[in-house]
C-alpha cells in the first residue's frame, strides 16, 4: 500500500513535498505498529492459554444429619453459593441445545468472538455512548464469569482477552462445560446440576425439554426470572428460548408448543434443607476440603425445629413493634454442643434479609456483660458481696466535650448491694464499679471469655463498655455464659461429633457461683421484673437482659445447670423498635425455650457456694445491722471480711424518737432531694455542686455557670460563699473559673460546705465512650 516509488510523481502530478512524505512515513510506521501490536495481543494468548486443568471446581455435595441421624440438609458446596459439577455427558441434551440456542447459537461454528457481532455492538455503543449490546458469545460470558469487568470499552476488552486465553487451551466442549456448570440461576445457585436439583429435584441428566427450557431461560436475568416469584416472566423468556431451538432445528414446533404447555412442579424453597439453614452454611464454610460426605452434627432436630417456630411466632407477636428479626443458640453446658441454632425466622425469605444470620452478626449486647465485669470486680477484691453502690446522678467526661451522665429504665435507686445492682441491671452502679476495675482489664478479661470481636484499644469503649459500646455476637455470648454456668471452666462449642477440645479454666473461684446466684434470684430482681415475671422459671435458671441503645436490639441470656439459651430480637437493618426492652422482646423466646428443654426433666440445683458464709446485714448499708434498721437480709461474704464486719455496725440508720431514720453519707444528696426534701435529717445540705466534683471549662465556648442548689428551701435568709469570698445576695448561678474551691452556704446558725475543682479542658484526655475526668 505503501511504496518508496509514489506513482503521482511518476504520472506527472509532481514530486511530493519534503513535509508530506515525513507525514507518510509516520503513517506507515504507526500502521505497522498497530498491525504489530494487533498480531501480538492476537497471538499472545496462545503463549498463556488457559487450560480446563486451571478451571476445577470442587464438586463434593455435603450431607448433615442431626445427632438423632436425621436428615437437615444437603450442601452442594461449602459455602452459601451452591454448585454442582457434572461433567457435559451428564446434562441432557435439551438442555445443552437450548442454552446454545438461547445464548450463542453458532457456538461451535465461530471462534472465542463473533466478529460480526463485536462490530455491531461497537457502532451501537458510539451511537450511544455507552454500551448497549453485549455480543457476548458463550466463551465471553464465561470470562466475565471468571474476571468480572465494568460494562464499558475497556471491560470488553478484557473480556475479548480473556477469552482468546480460554479458546487457546481448552476445547469448545471443555468451554461448555466450564460455562454450564458456572451459569448464575438464581440466588446463591450456580450451575446446571445445582439448579436442576433444587427447582425440581431432579440430576441435569434427568431435565425433560420443559425443564430444560425453563433453566436455559434463567441466565438472562436470574434475579428478575426467579421461578418462586416471577413466574410468568420466566414463562416469557422460556418462549424465546424455544423459539430459538426451533429456529436452530433442535426441535420441532410442535415439539415446542408441547414444552410451553407442560405444567412444571417446583421444588418447595428450602432447596433441599429441611432444619438448620444458617448453621448447615455456617458449618460448611468452616470444614477443611478434606471432609467426609456425610457429617453428623450436634443439632437435635425436633428441638430446632421448635425454637424455628418459636423465633417465627416471636417475630410476629412483635410486628407491631417494629421488631422484624430474632435469632437463638441453644448449648448442651456439660458437652458444649450446639443444640439448636437458628439465625433468623425464615432463611429463604430473600425479602426480609433471611440469610443475615443473626447468630453470627454483631450487635451491640446492652447489659448483658455486666455479669462478668462484677465477676471480674469480686474476684479482684474491688468490691464485696455485701458492697452498697450509690444508685445517684452522676457525670463523666466523653468525647466531644460534653457531659455523659448514664441513667436506668427506672428512676436511681440510691443505695442498692451489688447484689440488688446487678440482678436489677442498674446502669449507675456498673459504671462506678468499671471505674474501679479498670476498663483495660475489663476488656482483657473478656477478650479471655472469647469475646474476639471487641478489637478496639480500651480507650475506645470507655466506661461504656459495660453497657454495651461495643459489638458482639450472639455466638461469643453463650459461649461466655456456658463458662459461667460451669463455674469458670470454659470449652469450645462444638458442631460436630468429630470435634473434640480440652477444658480451660478461666479461674477457679467460688465468685462465679455467687454471680450465678445473683442472676437466679428472682427476689433480688424483683424492683425492675418483679417477682413472677417471665424471667421466673419454676427450676432454677439464672438470666440476663439486655437492651442496646434506642431499643436496637434485645437479649435474653441464661443457663440451668443443664443448658445454656441465648437469644435476640431486633432489626438486621439497625432500626430501633418500639419501647421493646429485654424482658418483652428476647425474654419470651428464651422462657419458651427453656421450658421445652426442662418438660421431662427438672434440673438439679445451682451447686452451694463453697468458700463463702452468709451473715445478716442491713438490706439498704450492707453492714451488720442495729436496731434501727429496718431490713435485715441475708448475704454471702468472703471468709476474710468477717472480721471487719464483726466491727462495722450499720450507720445509714439511725432512731428519732423511737422510729427509723435514714442517715446516708454525702453522695446521696441529691437523690434524697430528688426524691424528697423530708428524707434529709439536716436542714441544709448543698445537692448542687457535689462535694468532689470536676468540671471541664471549654475554651472558646460562652460563658459556663454552675447551679447553687440546696436540698430544701430555707425559711432564713441563706449566704453562699466561695473560697472565702460571700457571693452576692440572692446568688443562683456562679460563673465557672479554673481552679480548686471550697463553697460555703450559711443560714443562721447552719452551715454546709463542699469542695470541687474546675480544669480546662484542653488538658484533659477525652475518650471515646464515657470516660472519667481526672480528678
Known amino acids: 500500500m505503501f511504496s518508496n516509488n509514489y506513482s503521482g510523481y511518476r504520472m506527472g502530478v509532481g514530486k511530493p513535498s519534503r513535509g508530506k512524505r515525513q507525514v507518510f512515513r509516520k503513517v506507515k510506521q504507526a500502521t505497522l505498529i498497530l498491525m504489530a501490536i494487533a498480531l501480538i495481543w492476537r497471538f499472545l494468548p496462545y503463549i498463556f492459554p488457559i487450560y480446563a486443568t486451571n478451571l476445577t471446581q470442587e464438586g463434593q455435595a455435603i450431607e448433615l444429619i442431626s445427632r438423632q441421624r436425621l436428615p437437615l440438609g444437603t450442601l452442594l458446596t461449602q459455602s452459601q453459593d451452591q454448585t454442582a459439577v457434572v461433567p457435559l455427558t451428564d446434562v441432557s441434551s435439551h438442555f445443552i441445545h437450548a442454552i446454545i440456542a438461547a445464548e450463542d447459537g453458532q457456538y461451535y461454528q465461530h471462534g472465542a468472538i463473533e466478529i460480526r457481532a463485536i462490530g455491531r455492538s461497537m457502532v451501537e455503543a458510539i451511537r450511544a455512548r455507552k454500551l448497549v449490546s453485549g455480543a457476548s458469545t458463550i466463551t465471553m460470558q464465561l470470562a466475565r464469569m471468571l474476571e468480572p469487568h465494568p460494562r464499558n470499552l475497556w471491560g470488553k476488552s478484557q473480556e475479548i482477552w480473556l477469552s482468546w486465553r480460554l479458546a487457546a487451551g481448552m476445547s469448545k466442549n471443555e468451554i461448555l462445560h466450564a460455562y454450564i456448570n458456572r451459569l448464575p440461576m438464581g440466588g446463591n445457585i450456580y450451575g446446571v446440576e445445582a439448579a436442576s436439583q433444587v427447582y425440581f429435584a431432579v440430576p441435569s441428566r434427568d431435565l425433560n425439554l420443559a425443564q430444560a427450557s425453563i433453566l436455559a431461560a434463567l441466565p438472562n436475568d436470574p434475579t428478575d426470572l426467579n421461578p418462586y416469584s416471577h413466574w410468568e416472566k420466566l414463562k416469557k423468556r422460556q418462549v424465546y428460548v424455544l423459539n430459538r431451538m426451533v429456529k436452530d432445528g433442535y426441535i420441532s414446533r410442535t415439539q415446542g408448543d408441547r414444552a410451553y404447555t407442560e405444567k412444571i412442579a417446583l421444588s418447595p424453597r428450602q432447596q433441599g434443607i429441611t432444619a438448620a439453614p444458617h448453621f448447615l452454611f455456617w458449618l460448611a464454610s468452616k470444614l477443611p476440603k478434606n471432609h467426609p460426605s456425610q457429617i453428623r452434627t450436634t443439632i437435635d432436630r425436633p428441638l430446632q425445629q421448635f425454637v424455628e417456630a418459636q423465633v417465627r411466632q416471636v417475630v410476629r407477636n412483635l410486628a407491631a413493634h417494629n421488631a422484624h428479626h430474632a435469632a437463638a443458640l441453644v448449648v448442651d453446658n456439660h458437652s458444649g454442643e450446639v443444640l439448636a441454632y437458628v439465625g433468623s425466622p425464615d432463611y429463604f425469605d430473600l425479602t426480609a434479609t433471611g440469610r443475615n444470620d443473626g447468630v453470627q452478626a454483631l450487635r451491640q449486647p446492652g447489659s448483658t456483660l455486666k455479669p462478668f465485669l462484677y465477676q471480674l470486680a469480686l474476684e479482684k477484691r474491688v468490691i464485696r458481696p455485701n458492697t452498697v453502690l450509690a444508685d445517684v446522678p452522676a457525670h463523666y467526661a466523653i468525647d466531644g466535650a460534653r457531659l455523659y451522665s448514664p441513667k436506668d429504665y427506672s428512676d436511681f435507686q440510691g443505695a442498692v448491694r451489688v447484689r440488688v445492682a446487678l440482678a436489677n441491671s442498674l446502669n449507675v452502679p456498673a459504671v462506678k464499679v468499671l471505674q474501679k476495675v479498670g476498663v483495660p482489664n475489663f476488656l482483657n478479661f473478656l477478650h479471655q471469655l472469647g469475646f474476639n470481636q471487641l478489637n478496639h484499644p480500651a480507650g475506645y469503649y470507655g466506661l461504656g463498655l459495660t453497657l454495651g459500646s461495643g459489638e458482639v455476637s450472639l455466638w461469643e455470648l453463650a459461649r461466655a455464659y ?5 463455674q469458670g471452666q470454659a470449652i469450645p462449642l462444638v458442631t460436630t461429633f468429630t470435634d473434640a477440645a480440652p477444658a480451660t479454666v478461666l479461674a477457679a473461684s467460688p465468685t462465679w457461683g455467687l454471680v450465678t446466684d445473683i442472676l437466679s434470684d428472682f427476689h433480688a430482681r424483683a424492683k425492675a421484673f418483679g417477682v413472677d415475671s417471665i424471667l421466673s422459671l419454676p427450676f432454677p435458671a439464672a438470666v440476663k437482659t439486655g437492651t442496646s441503645s434506642d431499643f436496637r436490639d434485645t437479649w435474653t441470656v441464661g443457663f440451668t445447670t443443664d443448658y445454656t439459651v441465648a437469644t435476640w430480637v431486633g432489626n438486621f437493618n439497625g432500626e430501633p423498635m418500639k419501647q421493646v426492652s429485654g424482658v418483652m422482646g428476647a425474654a419470651p423466646l428464651w422462657n419458651r425455650i427453656m421450658l421445652r428443654l426442662h418438660e421431662n426433666k427438672e434440673p438439679a440445683a445451682f451447686a452451694p457456694l463453697v468458700g463463702l458464709v452468709k451473715r445478716p446485714i442491713c438490706a439498704v448499708s ?66 448542687s455542686p457535689s462535694n468532689g466534683d470536676n468540671f471541664l471549662v471549654y475554651p472558646n465556648s460562652p460563658q459556663q455557670k454552675l447551679e447553687l442548689k440546696l436540698a430544701a428551701l430555707q425559711a432564713q435568709p441563706v449566704e453562699w460563699w466561695i473560697n472565702g469570698e460571700k457571693l452576692a445576695d440572692n446568688t443562683m448561678f456562679w460563673a465557672l473559673r479554673p481552679g480548686s474551691w471550697t463553697l460555703e452556704v450559711r443560714s443562721g446558725e447552719m452551715r454546709d460546705r463542699v469542695t470541687f475543682q474546675v480544669e480546662m479542658a484542653g488538658n484533659t484526655s477525652i475518650r471515646r465512650g464515657f470516660s472519667v475526668a481526672p480528678k
Open 622 to 687: 450492707g453492714l451488720k445491722p442495729t436496731s434501727a434498721c429496718p431490713t435485715v437480709v441475708q448475704e454471702y461474704f468472703f471468709p476474710e471480711d468477717l472480721g471487719e464486719y464483726d466491727r462495722n455496725y450499720d450507720t445509714f440508720y439511725r432512731l428519732v424518737n423511737g422510729e427509723s431514720q435514714l442517715n446516708l453519707p454525702r453522695e446521696y444528696d441529691q437523690w434524697l432531694a430528688l426524691r424528697s426534701p423530708s428524707t434529709i435529717a439536716d436542714g441544709l445540705k448543698i445537692v
Open 482 to 486: 456456658v463458662t459461667m454456668a460451669r
